[in-house]
């Protein structure tokens, strides 16, 4: 068997408070296969979004990595110098955001900021960046390409937001792209047609997805395998019909007795 | 059926957008033409997506927004004829719960106080009363007593708008118009938080308009429903038979988008066509207590 694309053994991150510190991630490990989608849910302040973060040395201050490995492509991602984790992150792994009102700039064309993620991995010149913008937005399906290239943030909608988001994340051919909570500002007609596009991308570029999210609905339609967090550790972990048809830990079946409607239509 | 304790009849609001000086100016329809009537003790739902209306409805009926036109009779009397001090009065019996417990408390204020607010300006009650009602409001919707002198910041969420909650429930009102009000939440705490407003509902015979966008929840604890499409009520009747059999093409579109939780379930998108439908089409009924615009 190939190893697995992402393998986090054993990570904790410490939150450092004057009255010492405390594990915002404690000993969790878990692992990701090449174009597979992995869900992380959990509610806010499980330490989902700090385990998402640290894979990308990300932390916060005053948290910090106290322990683990996160092993990307065989390489330990927390023992990379920083010029060489610049490498990999923004281009090899990739991050979508929650709000694509603050995430992207809001003085600078989508176009640039597209182009932006290309030049600053030196793959490319600005014209060809900018090229490959129009070629980015026409492939998460922003109509109009060649000249929505040059709105800015405030001229486009939630949904279309989001899909810069995308073809941000997209523009270095990553292999793992970590979504938190990619939908959850969104109605929810645009949040089908952003799932859908993921799928779409996800498959014609073989990409591994950490979906972070609290929405079991999002999992449902999305993962393979799920990981539950809870208070910074993950309380269980499996696939996805075996978590949503027979959950095993306490917390998971509160979770989805918490979701209305659940198991109908 | 109970009395109507709400009717709401051809609901108007238009916002007029000006361009500049030379070019003239647009009127945005946000609420056109709404009609519906709920009953005491119902919890009606109101649900559509951003910029569908349902808030400015929400908030044209305590008159926070000014209608352009249209009439909202509260126990028969129309409150957008009232003058200034008779609505004031008016706004005793119909309170709003907001969407976002983080900026609808304000954070310089005790939450003590934040709840007791309503009592000062409507001049209710001594001090000692007051304080008094403040912390059976408190107890009511489940926080702690104890907890009065601290600020909005050293609460959850949930908490917080518990506090939200309780602020409203203040002047003993009858109707509370709740604007999206755990959307903001995480999904175990939505749940107690409704909960909490259907036990509510209960204990103090309460009615509601419950503003949302989420469809699941909606399902859940409404009795009749009414969904909105760029200003205007496309569909509306009892929850269960609009959800089993919606008529209107945005409707059926919305329900599809709903993520299901088996992973096995067919999906099948349906993309809204709104050349496929009449935006202008009255409702009219189409089954026993459901009405649609087609």
């Given at each position: 068997m190939t190893p697995p694309l992402l393998d986090v053994q054993h990570l904790t991150v410490v939150f450092d408070g004057p009255r010492g510190g405390v594990a915002a991630v404690d000993d969790v490990s878990f692992q990701l296969a090449a174009g597979k989608t992995l869900g992380l849910v959990g509610e806010s302040g499980s330490g989902k979004s700090v385990t998402a973060f640290s894979i990308l040395r990300l932390v916060p201050a005053p948290g910090r990595?106290?322990?683990?490995?996160?092993?990307?492509?065989?390489?330990?991602?927390?023992?990379?110098?920083?010029?060489?984790?610049?490498?990999?992150?923004?281009?090899?792994?990739?991050?979508?955001?929650?709000?694509?009102?603050?995430?992207?700039?809001?003085?600078?064309?989508?176009?640039?900021?597209?182009?932006?993620?290309?030049?600053?991995?030196?793959?490319?010149?600005?014209?060809?960046?900018?090229?490959?913008?129009?070629?980015?937005?026409?492939?998460?399906?922003?109509?109009?390409?060649?000249r929505r290239v040059?709105?800015?943030?405030?001229?486009?909608?939630?949904?279309?937001?989001?899909?810069?988001?995308?073809?941000?994340?997209?523009a270095c051919h990553p292999a793992l792209v970590i979504a938190d909570e990619p939908t959850t500002a969104l109605d929810v007609t645009i949040q089908a047609q952003v799932l859908e596009l993921l799928r779409e991308l996800r498959a014609r570029y073989n990409l591994a997805l950490l979906l972070i999210t609290h929405d079991f609905g999002v999992i449902a339609e999305m993962a393979d395998r799920v990981a539950v967090m809870y208070r910074g550790a993950i309380v269980e972990e499996g696939p996805v019909r075996q978590i949503l048809r027979s959950p095993a830990h306490e917390y998971t079946r509160a979770l989805l007795a918490a979701v209305p409607g659940m198991g109908r239509r | 059926m109970s009395a109507p304790l709400l009717e709401v009849r051809h609901l108007a609001k238009h916002f007029v957008r000006r361009h500049g000086l030379w070019q003239p100016p647009s009127v945005v329809k946000a609420v056109d033409d709404v009609t519906f009537t709920i009953h005491e003790g119902e919890m009606f739902g109101l649900v559509g997506e951003s910029g569908s209306g349902k808030s400015t409805t929400g908030r044209c009926i305590l008159r926070?927004?000014?209608?352009?036109?249209?009439?909202?009779?509260?126990?028969?009397?129309?409150?957008?004829?009232?003058?200034?001090?008779?609505?004031?009065?008016?706004?005793?019996?119909?309170?709003?719960?907001?969407?976002?417990?983080?900026?609808?408390?304000?954070?310089?204020?005790?939450?003590?106080?934040?709840?007791?607010?309503?009592?000062?300006?409507?001049?209710?009650?001594?001090?000692?009363?007051?304080?008094?009602?403040?912390?059976?409001?408190?107890e009511l919707v489940g926080l702690d007593p104890g907890h009065l002198p601290r600020y909005p910041h050293e609460f959850s969420g949930g908490q917080r708008q518990r506090i939200g909650i309780a602020r409203a429930l203040a002047l003993h009102p009858a109707l509370i118009v709740a604007d999206e009000p755990v959307s903001a939440l995480d999904v175990s705490i939505q749940a107690q938080v409704v909960r909490l407003m259907l036990d509510l509902r209960e204990r103090l015979r309460l009615t509601y308009l419950f503003i949302a966008h989420d469809l699941r929840l909606v399902e859940h604890i409404c009795g009749r429903v009414a969904v909105m499409y760029l200003g205007r009520i496309v569909e509306m009747g009892e929850t269960q038979a609009l959800f089993a059999h919606p008529r209107h093409p945005y409707?059926?579109?919305?329900?599809?988008?709903?993520?299901?939780?088996?992973?096995?379930?067919?999906?099948?998108?349906?993309?809204?066509?709104?050349?496929?439908?009449?935006?202008?089409?009255?409702?009219?009924?189409?089954?026993?207590?459901?009405?649609?615009?087609?």
């Open positions: 990595i106290a322990g683990g490995r996160v092993l990307f492509d065989g390489r330990d991602l927390l023992a990379l110098p920083e010029h060489e984790m610049r490498q990999i992150r923004g281009a090899r792994i990739s991050l979508i955001f929650q709000e694509p009102m603050t995430a992207l700039n809001p003085v600078m064309r989508v176009g640039d900021q597209i182009a932006e993620a290309l030049t600053v991995h030196g793959q490319a010149t600005h014209e060809q960046a900018w090229a490959r913008a129009v070629e980015l937005l026409d492939a998460v399906h922003i109509p109009d390409a060649a040059r709105d800015y943030p405030h001229q486009l909608s939630g949904g279309m937001r989001q899909r810069v988001m995308i073809a941000i994340a997209l | 926070l927004v000014e209608p352009t036109a249209g009439e909202v009779l509260f126990r028969g009397e129309n409150v957008l004829a009232f003058p200034r001090a008779r609505m004031r009065q008016a706004r005793r019996d119909m309170q709003i719960v907001f969407q976002d417990p983080y900026s609808s408390l304000n954070p310089r204020m005790r939450a003590g106080d934040i709840v007791e607010e309503p009592l000062v300006i409507h001049r209710l009650g001594t001090n000692a009363e007051r304080r008094a009602r403040v912390a059976e409001l408190f409707t059926r579109a919305l329900l599809s988008a709903v993520p299901v939780l088996d992973p096995d379930a067919p999906r099948q998108r349906l993309a809204l066509d709104p050349g496929s439908f009449d935006r202008a089409a009255p409702l009219r009924q189409v089954g026993a207590a459901h009405w649609a615009a087609v």
